[in-house]
Each structure stands twice: as structure tokens, then as C-alpha cells.
């Protein structure tokens, strides 16, 4: 147990410099519908903030999805 724990604090500390460029950035703020194009955002332990937090549910609170309803592919989304 102890020689695990010692590679894994080394894995850790070995970090590499190095570079990249981001030439897009989406967010989908509701699951499985159009992303929105973002030129800054927060990101958070949870990941960029309010990407995919929401979700659509039919009347009996069952998870709507692109295969059973492709126009969500269309619907888009606006911050106000």
C-alpha cells in the first residue's frame, strides 16, 4: 500500500509545460440542444459554468433526448 501511494504523490508533481490554443469554445446550457458560442466563461470544479445543467423531461419526469426528439437539436438557447 504504501509503494502505490508514493508513485501516485510522483504522477502527481510531474507536470510537463506545455502549450495550447483554444480556437472555439461552446457551452449547452440544456442537454442535448444547440450550444452557444462563448468568448469567456467561468469554469468551475464542475467544469465551464451552466454546461449541460439543465435537461428537458417529458410529463412523467423522463429525460428527453435527441433520439426520440431530433428538433432539440435546433432549439437554441440565449443568456438574458
Known amino acids: 500500500m504504501t509503494e502505490k501511494?508514493?508513485?501516485w504523490q510522483k504522477r502527481t508533481t510531474d507536470i510537463l509545460p506545455m502549450s495550447i490554443t483554444i480556437a472555439e469554445l461552446y457551452c449547452y446550457p440544456i442537454k442535448s440542444c444547440r450550444g452557444c458560442t462563448l468568448r469567456t466563461t467561468e469554469?468551475?470544479?464542475m467544469g465551464v459554468r451552466f454546461d449541460r445543467q439543465w435537461l428537458v423531461v417529458?410529463?412523467?419526469?423522463m429525460f428527453v433526448a435527441q433520439r426520440s426528439a431530433a428538433g432539440m437539436a435546433s432549439a437554441s438557447v440565449r443568456y438574458a
Open 5 to 7: 501511494i508514493r508513485v
Open 58 to 61: 417529458d410529463d412523467t419526469g
Open 43 to 45: 469554469i468551475g470544479r
